[in-house]
């Protein structure tokens, strides 16, 4: 069974960081490309970045490009999401999800970014 | 970036009726499009790809269909575990966007 677990959310201030982790477990981790997808309180969802199963290729959505960096440890089956320079507008909930097409989904972490 | 334009917003429907949903998109797409369903406090759940293609253990009253900028879910048979949010996302250029979603809720 595939399971995705998120942790690092919590309260950070505006201009801050954090780091998302999500491990993945119950597949061959290296061999899926990843995404994060985020939802900000009462909102839709919003597609945020994508890293290829070798970690090779990276794209981001326009408003977290200079501040995020997606990378990934396939040794540790882990997914990171550096988050810098952090705004109010990027409170969400962040979800992991396995490969480009959103088969498995994790149960999300919440971000709260206070002024 | 492409946008995805879904419609409508909400809508309000009883047990057992037919229910439609549209999502047109900004620029061709050809059929790179999936659809989600999303209950509250859950992540989302795929239930079409390939604008067509019912995922695993979906159940068949899901349909959909489309190609291009214009695309339908359609829900036959209305269930009460059915009342959610639906999203669509294009799966065809990088940023992957979603839709606004659509909540259909009890009439």
């Known amino acids: 069974e595939v399971q995705l677990l998120e942790s690092g959310g919590g309260l950070a201030h505006y201009g801050g960081s954090l780091r998302l982790s999500c491990v993945g477990s119950?597949?061959?981790?290296?061999?899926?490309?990843m995404t994060w997808v985020r939802q900000a309180p009462g909102k839709g969802l919003e597609w945020v970045s994508f890293?290829?199963?070798?970690?090779?290729?990276?794209y981001y959505t326009d408003s977290v490009k200079g501040r995020f960096t997606v990378s990934r440890d396939n040794s540790e089956s882990t997914l990171y999401l550096q988050m810098n320079s952090l705004r109010a507008e990027d409170t969400a909930v962040y979800y992991c999800?396995?490969?480009?097409?959103?088969?498995?989904w994790g149960q999300g972490t919440l971000v709260t970014v206070s002024s | 970036d492409i946008q995805l334009t879904q419609s409508p917003s909400f809508l309000s429907a009883s047990v057992g009726d037919r229910v439609t949903i549209t999502c047109r998109a900004s620029?061709?797409?050809?059929?790179?499009l999936a659809w989600y369903q999303q209950k509250p406090g859950k992540a989302p759940k795929l239930l079409i790809y390939?604008?067509?293609t019912l995922q695993n253990g979906v159940p068949s009253r899901f349909s959909g269909s489309g190609s291009g900028t214009e695309f339908t879910l359609t829900i036959n048979t209305l269930q009460p575990e059915d009342f959610a949010v639906y999203f669509c996302?294009?799966?065809?250029?990088?940023?992957?966007?979603f839709g606004q979603g659509t909540k259909v809720e009890i009439k």
């Open positions: 390939g604008a067509s």
């Open positions: 119950g597949f061959t981790f290296g061999n899926y490309d």
């Open positions: 620029q061709g797409i050809d059929s790179y």
């Open positions: 996302q294009q799966l065809n250029i990088y940023p992957r966007t």
């Open positions: 890293i290829s199963g070798s970690g090779s290729s990276t």
């Open positions: 999800a396995k490969d480009a097409l959103l088969v498995d």
